[in-house]
């Protein structure tokens, strides 16, 4: 099916343990985002890429890495989860808007995750 | 330090009146303003853009106004219908790049 998949939708782990959400797009976009969403804090930039081996830090990407070896995958890993990154987590790719000009990001359908 | 800030966490509004959200930024390095629209258990869908060059930008019953001297954002939706309960999230891309920077977002409840 076209479009972006995030998975898994929920998960739950443990302080201290390695978790990935990945993220995957049909569309051959260039750019894809990871944001987290948090109440009160809206929806916060982690990392983004503008292709293949290239990434860049968002607004809060410690405790973070991404990698983006394919254009169509963007897996994030927790590589020791805290219990503050217990979050709903959002990947998006981007893709032009004819009307504006801007580059529009489409979103996944989110990761929730509970760190215990 | 929050570059776009929407300070209404929520909004309540009557089927057939108009909403208006609000959204204000503190840098002039934005190019591109979004806004989008969440329902529960969804990521975030598109509904409209303007550029910064532009004062103004319609699609359907959403329009959008930006106000540069104020640094201030608004969408208007009109007529309101319960359907557009949601979470809604404005946005700005940095200028010269591909990053975007979100609100807080604002609950709109229409009532039927």
């Known amino acids: 099916d076209a479009g972006i998949t995030q998975s898994p939708r929920y998960k739950i782990t443990e302080t201290g343990r390695q978790v990935t959400l990945m993220c995957h797009q049909t569309w051959s976009h260039s750019y894809m985002f990871w944001y987290r969403q948090d109440l009160g804090h809206g929806l916060r930039l982690i990392y983004y890429s503008a292709a293949a081996d290239i990434t860049d830090k968002g607004e809060v990407p410690d405790g973070y890495v991404v990698s983006r070896s394919k254009t169509e995958n963007f897996p994030l890993t927790l590589e020791s989860a805290t219990r503050s990154q217990t979050s709903v987590y959002f990947c998006a790719s981007s893709d032009p808007d004819r009307l504006s000009g801007a580059n529009v990001l489409t979103f996944g359908a989110g990761s929730r995750l509970t760190v215990l | 330090d929050q570059q776009v800030k929407q300070n209404s966490p929520s909004l309540s509004v009557q089927e057939g009146r108009i909403s208006i959200l609000n959204c204000d930024y503190t840098?002039?390095?934005?190019?591109?303003f979004l806004w989008y629209k969440k329902y529960p258990a969804e990521g975030p869908t598109f509904l409209i853009s303007i550029s910064s060059i532009k004062d103004k930008n319609e699609d359907g019953r959403f329009t959008v106004f930006l106000n540069k001297s104020a640094k201030h954002l608004s969408l208007h939706i009109v007529p309101s219908q319960p359907g557009d309960s949601a979470v809604y999230f404005c946005?700005?891309?940095?200028?010269?790049?591909?990053?975007?920077?979100f609100g807080t977002g604002t609950r709109l409840k229409v009532l039927a």
């Open positions: 840098n002039s390095m934005f190019d591109y």
């Open positions: 946005a700005a891309k940095v200028s010269g790049t591909y990053k975007y920077i």
